[in-house]
């Protein structure tokens, strides 16, 4: 089993990697910060028994929590060829993540495979592509997943009234009703309560998993379902990774390496981490992994009295297409960044360079190799001019791409999230901050009861007074 | 005319729209920048006329030039219905980026319109993703277009020597070059040289255009054209506001305006920028207008004998989608970022939300309002939110999202990056930091002449030394 497991390579992060100021970890100094993830472990310990955190526990979900999710989506490919998520961050992010991953990036503009439906994620409620979208499905075919846990999200409601709206009118209330499936909170909140007054079946999303946590619940687990992709397989992967995030041991436990690293190097003045697939059916992973990192770890906390604003910006890129974008920047910009590749050790159906030219010399070295042998002498070669100049990596090494493997990625990244919370003592789990926002659009919107925050939205408003 | 520009609103960059600490700029300072801007102005003049700026000429280009492209365009729109980009970098996002706009975030999900070509870019060799791509395309109604300036583009080379055996085996030899065509330097280069051996047309890449500069030449021309979008008016746009830029005042330059504002942001610490469209379909300006700023301004540079590291790191976001995954960390997190939202006053096909569930008051506020309504309220609340906790923000505003209008936009954000570079001063057209992962890569690949490099990259690897 151990070889079957994603590797966590932190080479570029130690003193050796790095060169002597390039800050880097020596054996010593992780072994010092043992006592830090010591306190960690005994309270992330604490908050599992405590059920506070779900997304640990999913994994080990049994089979009457994945009967439902199974049973509705064979109902929806009995009928359906596309399903269409209507969702907002959590609730759209992890999805994706999987089936780019695994149905590929091109994947939408080719057939799937037979007896997959088709999934496209409407995470924007604006009206030109959702409008695009909508006027483009086959109504009688299209199924459409509603998640939102409290049922209040205005994007995913706003999507949901105007579906509802446009399926009854298409082929009437019965049929309409027919192609919907909600995803929410298990006993409160409006799609509940609507699912109370009609026929429309539900989903549960655990009320101890947040919605950044939220890829392996129904929330996820439908349109992967639907999508084709083997639950079992995700999950199984998912369980051996949360078996190693279990240990206590910062040399033993990935997730807790990984947190101990990143907020080693945030403590020295990197404030963006970039994530950095070489592949590109993996760019859904990374905005994915941006969300979970930036909404968990993106706090104002107060510390002694004073308040300070954490957080490391992750930032979304992709190898090597982005080492012809953004690794010049990389390499000679501002010392703050810490970068995590994703590498494939096996790229899956290889493709073969041919031996074109021969006569031209800055050609004929290609020939003869494979595409995924330049991908990886890329990775290898990005990396390593990175920390020739004092600037860290590391990367995690997938044996192959997935399900199984993929499963492994996310709860290794959940697990170093939480992780992370705890060395830096902030809550990961809530989201205090984007509060604000919400309540000034719902004083633009004129919902009742925000009459104050349209006062203040119009006080704060500066709209077109310094315009060029 | 002047009714139908792109607006740059900065009303969030100003100390009234951020209060006492937010470092916001006053009319004054504004001012008192002038004289730095004088110096840029007269640089950049300089530089446009010894034809270093050539991008700043693109929209005055005449028909002779545009004549080769759309016959090309005519020729393989004849017998083809899609054409795949051979491309990574600026030879691949400005394209996707006015394609994704006008065609659609979901372009590729169904039927383009009748006339145009599906346009598929290829920007990464990895085998997964251009596997697919390859196994999927029905070859003989595809054609390629190879963008490379230099021809020696290691990623672009080995996709385009797979696609041409690909093609010779499936078509035979001549159906194949039917098939190709390349965007390269007029007169050197391997694409140039090939292009000789066997007929093969050439479209020019003017050498005073670099490549994140180069979608108003034929690198984003030709698949623009094939896409079937109105070169004509993507160039008047682009011509509009070029008239614009060259203005010296930076109150009536917004090019001068954005890059005073991004600079003085970044001097105060703000080394992200956040590229924010409240539009799905922008995504890809997003993407395009990431590598421009980071490979421009990324650079380090010897100022009074000393190194130091300049850049701003572009963050490619979506509203509103974002909210749901950055906007946490947007608003609790360290003072480190500027945003830059783009807006739309006319989101064009709107969506009316339909007056459900009037009793349920967490959901009646919602009926009766647009989609677009709620988009621009939820980008004001955010703007508005942000400029609350003293965290700056400007923003392009868009009358509509069309080709006259993203080619004001694609003008000013290309125009704003030379004039930054020379507040800046740094040279924002070369990449230096890039060439040694390069040379690095042709060590491990076995190219001939790249020994030592071999060997070099042998010392610097760590590859599973140390590993979890």
Chains 1, 2 share one sequence.
Not at 201 to 220: E, H, Y
Not at 275 to 303: I, N, V
Request: include cysteine; hydrophobic fraction near 40%; aromatic fraction near 6%.
């Amino acid at each position: 089993m151990a070889e079957d497991m994603v590797r966590l390579d932190y080479g570029y992060c130690t003193s050796e990697g790095l060169g002597g100021d390039g800050a880097g970890v020596t054996p010593e100094l992780l072994q010092a910060r043992q006592q830090r993830i010591d306190q960690v472990h005994q309270r992330i310990a604490q908050q599992r028994k405590q059920g506070e955190l779900g997304f640990f526990e999913l994994p080990y979900q049994d089979d009457d929590k994945l009967q439902p999710i199974r049973e509705q989506a064979e109902r929806l490919g009995s009928f359906c060829d596309t399903l269409v998520v209507l969702g907002i961050g959590g609730s759209a992010l992890g999805a994706t993540a999987v089936d780019m991953a695994l149905a590929g990036f091109w994947r939408h503009a080719f057939e799937r495979k037979v007896g997959a439906m088709r999934l496209l994620v409407a995470d924007n409620p604006e009206p030109r592509s959702f409008g695009q979208l909508l006027e483009n499905l086959d109504l009688k075919r299209t199924a459409f997943n509603v998640i939102s846990k409290s049922g209040t999200t205005a994007e995913t409601m706003s999507q949901f009234m105007v579906v509802k709206e446009l399926l009854s009118l298409a082929l009437g209330p019965d049929e309409a009703l027919k192609r919907l499936v909600f995803t929410t909170d298990p006993s409160s909140g409006n799609l509940r309560l609507l699912a109370g007054r009609e026929p429309i079946p539900c989903l549960d999303v655990p009320p101890n998993v947040g919605g950044r946590f939220s890829v392996l619940s129904a929330v996820g687990l439908l349109p992967l379902a639907c999508a084709g992709h083997d639950l079992d397989a995700l999950l199984a992967g998912a369980r051996d990774m949360a078996e190693r995030c279990s240990l206590p041991g910062i040399l033993e436990n990935p997730a807790y390496l990984f947190a101990t690293l990143a907020v080693h190097f945030m403590n020295r003045g990197r404030n963006i981490l970039v994530m950095m697939p070489y592949c590109s059916d993996l760019f859904g992973l990374a905005q994915w992994f941006a969300q979970l990192w930036a909404e968990s770890l993106g706090k104002a906390h107060t510390l002694d009295g004073e308040l300070v604003n954490l957080g490391q910006t992750p930032v979304a890129a992709v190898g090597t297409t982005d080492q012809h974008s953004q690794v010049q920047l990389y390499m000679e910009g501002p010392l703050d960044k810490l970068v995590c590749f994703v590498t494939l050790d096996d790229y899956g159906n290889d493709l073969e360079i041919p031996r074109l030219y021969q006569d031209i010399d800055s050609l004929s070295y290609l020939g003869g190799h494979t595409m995924a042998e330049l991908t990886q002498a890329e990775a290898r070669a990005t990396a390593a001019a990175l920390a020739s100049q004092g600037r860290p990596s590391l990367a995690l090494r997938m044996p192959r791409l997935d399900e199984y493997h993929l499963g492994q990625v996310l709860m290794l990244l959940e697990a170093a999230t939480v992780a992370a919370g705890g060395l830096l003592k902030i809550n990961p789990l809530d989201q205090p901050g984007v509060e604000l926002g919400k309540v000034l659009t719902y004083g633009l919107m004129g919902r009742k009861g925000f009459e104050e925050q349209a006062r203040r939205m119009e006080a704060l408003d500066l709209s077109g007074k310094y315009q060029l």
